[in-house]
């Protein structure tokens, strides 16, 4: 055998004068260049020549590993081999024998059927008085003391809506979602600082304010925020603290 396929710790048969015998490597002696084998006996021996090694003895798996091996899946324990019956197969036998088939009562999510329709409804209508106060507001038909009423209905209807987990959705948006405007003026007044457009609208979708589509949607805030700031002048809830930032102006 070669030198460094010998181990310790494993049984070898090896030469030993014409005879062969067994023994099991107990260390290596550096200093003469051999192995310590013991014998079947308990004696202790030096082989010093690699080639008396002749193969390795491996050790007999025990029985339980061995009938582990061997042991093969009976018929009725594997389900790949059991008929499948069909959906409606359970219910005829059962008719059949006629005892009667009990359904159990489907248990419907808390957030589903009529209480997520009035939550909806409810963000909607809100949401849609928030808007018309606020345009009310800038022909001055009605106070600024209104709107912010409005808008703190609108804002608790669609936490509700949020906090439920309601994900429905209508022309690509998820209702009682804000505004991008709206999101971007709650953001920035939340935070007290101005702030990038970029910024803005990643706080805004992280804290669930807005969902915003399109591959730049930070493009998209920031020419709203800037169309709003046109278009209505001193009126705007924007102002621009500095280039490519925005701020929301004192009330």
């Given at each position: 055998?070669?030198?460094?396929?010998?181990?310790?710790?494993?049984?070898?048969?090896?030469?030993?004068?014409?005879?062969?015998?067994?023994?099991?490597?107990?260390?290596?002696?550096?200093?003469?260049?051999?192995?310590?084998?013991?014998?079947?006996?308990?004696?202790?021996?030096?082989?010093?020549?690699?080639?008396?090694?002749?193969?390795?003895?491996?050790?007999?798996?025990?029985?339980?590993?061995?009938?582990?091996?061997?042991?093969?899946?009976?018929?009725?324990?594997?389900?790949?081999?059991?008929?499948?019956?069909?959906?409606?197969?359970?219910?005829?036998?059962?008719?059949?024998?006629?005892?009667?088939?009990?359904?159990?009562?489907?248990?419907?999510?808390?957030?589903?059927?009529?209480?997520?329709?009035?939550?909806?409804?409810?963000?909607?209508?809100?949401?849609?008085?928030?808007?018309?106060?606020?345009?009310?507001?800038?022909?001055?038909?009605?106070?600024?003391?209104?709107?912010?009423?409005?808008?703190?209905?609108?804002?608790?209807?669609?936490?509700?809506?949020?906090?439920?987990?309601?994900?429905?959705?209508?022309?690509?948006?998820?209702?009682?979602?804000?505004?991008?405007?709206?999101?971007?003026?709650?953001?920035?007044?939340?935070?007290?600082?101005?702030?990038?457009?970029?910024?803005i609208t990643?706080?805004?979708?992280?804290?669930?304010?807005?969902?915003?589509?399109?591959?730049?949607?930070?493009?998209?805030?920031?020419?709203?925020?800037?169309?709003?700031?046109?278009?209505?002048?001193?009126?705007s809830r924007?102002?621009?603290?500095?280039?490519?930032?925005?701020?929301?102006?004192?009330?």
């Open positions: 055998m070669k030198a460094a396929s010998i181990q310790i710790g494993r049984s070898y048969e090896i030469t030993f004068g014409k005879s062969i015998s067994k023994v099991k490597v107990k260390n290596f002696d550096p200093k003469h260049g051999s192995w310590i084998g013991e014998t079947e006996s308990g004696k202790s021996m030096s082989i010093k020549d690699p080639k008396r090694f002749l193969k390795e003895i491996k050790p007999k798996e025990p029985k339980a590993v061995k009938e582990a091996k061997e042991f093969k899946e009976p018929e009725w324990l594997n389900e790949s081999k059991i008929p499948k019956r069909k959906l409606g197969d359970q219910s005829k036998e059962q008719n059949n024998n006629n005892v009667p088939v009990k359904t159990l009562p489907k248990k419907s999510s808390p957030f589903h059927g009529d209480l997520a329709a009035t939550l909806l409804a409810t963000a909607r209508s809100a949401s849609i008085r928030a808007n018309i106060a606020k345009r009310a507001f800038e022909y001055g038909f009605c106070s600024e003391k209104i709107v912010k009423e409005a808008e703190k209905d609108a804002e608790t209807a669609r936490t509700d809506v949020r906090n439920a987990g309601i994900t429905e959705r209508k022309s690509g948006h998820t209702i009682g979602a804000m505004s991008g405007l709206d999101a971007a003026y709650k953001v920035l007044q939340e935070e007290g600082r101005p702030m990038r457009a970029k910024e990643q706080l805004a979708q992280e804290r669930g304010y807005c969902e915003l589509r399109g591959r730049t949607p930070d493009a998209t805030i920031s020419a709203a925020i800037d169309t709003e700031m046109k278009r209505k002048g001193n009126a924007f102002v621009k603290a500095d280039k490519g930032l925005f701020a929301i102006v004192e009330s």
